[in-house]
């Protein structure tokens, strides 16, 4: 008979070390177990049936229930409760949803971005400086050679459009002679080094050792599950730091599912000898995908443009690639078997980027149409942000998924038209309904923008501010509103369709027999919610393969 979230957490240690005793293993393993551990032994021996008030399943068999079996960490049963009478039924607690996927976002630097200084909504460079002061008085051990002082979240538009410069940073005496490095806010970006030129800093900055990058890894995992955050597509990871993954993804403090795009040691090319395909047995890891860049970021006119930027016409961008390039490195990849995926945001990145994969289609699969080989390979557009009409019929017709992060669009709304002007802006950016036949994957771009996916759903079902509630103009229409998702297609975006994105579907993103125990608890069921509370939204619990590895505080009881 299965275990049921109703049975007591105080009488765990003293079952399982009944079942131990049977079992003839002695009292040492069971005399000092703690309540979490005796907990994991029993799920590990038995399943375990879990009931609530109602559970959104996003499964093609049927679309709610009320209760679930876990076996091994993945979903045995899923079904209607007609054995329990009303008032038990109606005593139960909790509104659940499949575990959520970011479907863009960078573990590493989540994390050693907890660990810096944050400058995101600061408006003045007054207010930057106060707080790295603010910063380096509880933290004296940072600005050395060996340890930068590292923040990120800086954007010249809250300065007067003025752009910091290294005298800025002479705070005081206790800044003189210090070592300090700070992003922009989407991280590549202008300043004194934008996009490429970065790697003349990169190459002196004192890289974390093993130690520094697994604190940074689980301490990431940690705030995404207080998210509802099960599983993340890490845009970008480096050979070594898919080794440490490999060595971490069996730790019982791994609790992210992890598609990582592999990104070489040297950006934008093939290096098959460094890297292989990963699918570990728990499913916490995969690694079948590569990251390409094609440009920069809109922010700093570094995005690559067709036409001239309409507020610098002196500029059209700068690609970080060029063509005949692109398309060798994904015709290479490709035909290694990996999905190749290409970071655009401006719209010739975008048009060189699709070029790239239908020709590396036409190939693939001479013989078929090349929408019927991209069913196979999924080639990806990571951002997927600024697109010509043109190009965005032949994302269409190719089947090219968009990679696309809705709080990107939020943030940008305020000077994007400037960039671009009125019409490109209306044609080309920030499509999202427009895409939606394509199965966008959502995601945030974590560190760069907030990882906090019910921001991301606000932000597509609007087209306004999370942080508050409005559009550029003060109102709540919503920026170019034509463009809005709706719920259902926000919730699909952050579940189902990072699923296919990555080869996981009918494994995660759906609760139904056969896929990962991941699940995510809510006080409230999303579609009678008011659309301002969701901006507002936190989690109630968060369960990665069965197991419960987030619990609001306030929350705690006696029951599992």
Known sequence: MPFTNNLL?????????????????????????????????????????????????LSSRFSHAE????????????FADESSHNAVKQARTGYVYPGLWDGHGHLIQFGESLDSVSLFGVESMDEAQ??????????????????????????????????????????????KDLYV????????????FCDNAMDLVLEYYPKPNKARKTKFVKDAMVELNKLGIVGIHDAGVVPGDLKLYQELSNDEEWTVRVNAMIE????NTFCLEA????????????????????????????????EPYSDKESS????????????????????????????????????????????????????????????????????????????????????????????????????????????????????????????????????????????????????????????????KNGWYPEETLTLEQALEGFTINPAYGAFLEGKAGVIETGAYADWVVLDEPLESMDLESLRKMTVRETWVAGMRVYQRPGDEDLTL
């Not at 790295?132 to 300065?159: C, M, P």
């Not at 070489?264 to 950006?267: E, N, P």
């Not at 960039?419 to 309904?433: F, H, I, P, S």
């Open 264 to 267: 070489c040691d040297v950006r």
């Open 316 to 475: 059209s961008g700068s690609l970080l690639i060029n063509a005949t390039t692109l398309s060798q490195v994904t015709h290479d990849w490709a035909m290694a078997g990996y999905q190749v995926n290409i970071h655009a945001i401006g719209d010739l990145a975008n048009r060189l980027a699709i070029d790239a994969f239908e020709a590396a289609l036409n190939t693939l699969c001479p013989q078929i149409a090349p929408s019927e080989c991209q069913t196979n390979h999924r080639f990806r557009i990571e951002h997927s942000q600024i697109i010509h009409p043109d190009d965005q019929r032949r994302m269409l017709e190719l089947g090219i998924i968009p990679s696309i992060q809705p709080t990107h669009a939020t943030s940008d709304m305020g000077y994007a038209e400037s960039r671009l002007g009125q019409q490109r802006t209306r044609d080309e950016a920030y499509r999202m309904r427009s895409l939606h036949p394509l199965r966008p994957v959502l995601g945030s771009d974590f560190p760069v923008e907030p990882a906090n996916i019910f921001e991301g759903m606000y932000a597509a079902i609007t087209r306004r501010s999370p942080h508050t509630g409005l559009d550029p103009s003060g109102g």
């Open 181 to 192: 490095m700070l992003d922009r806010v989407d991280i590549p970006a202008k300043g004194v």
């Open 275 to 306: 890297v292989e395909k990963v699918s570990t047995s728990n499913g916490k890891l995969h690694v079948k995908s590569v990251k390409l860049f094609g440009d920069g970021a809109l922010g700093s006119w570094g995005s690559a443009m067709i």
């Open 67 to 78: 209760c679930f079996t876990v076996s091994a960490g993945k979903f045995s049963s899923v």
């Open 9 to 57: 957490w105080v009488s765990l240690p003293i079952a399982v070390a009944a079942i131990l005793y049977q079992l003839g293993l002695p009292a040492l393993i069971f005399s000092s177990l703690t309540e979490h551990v005796a907990y994991k032994v029993l799920q590990s021996l038995f399943p375990t049936t879990h009931c609530y008030a109602s559970i959104r399943t």
């Open 130 to 175: 106060k707080r790295l002061i603010e910063y380096k008085t509880g933290h004296s051990e940072v600005g050395t050679s060996e340890e930068w002082l590292r923040g990120v979240g800086w954007d010249q538009a809250n300065f007067r459009g003025m752009w910091p410069t290294s005298s800025d940073l002479q705070v005081d005496e206790s800044f």
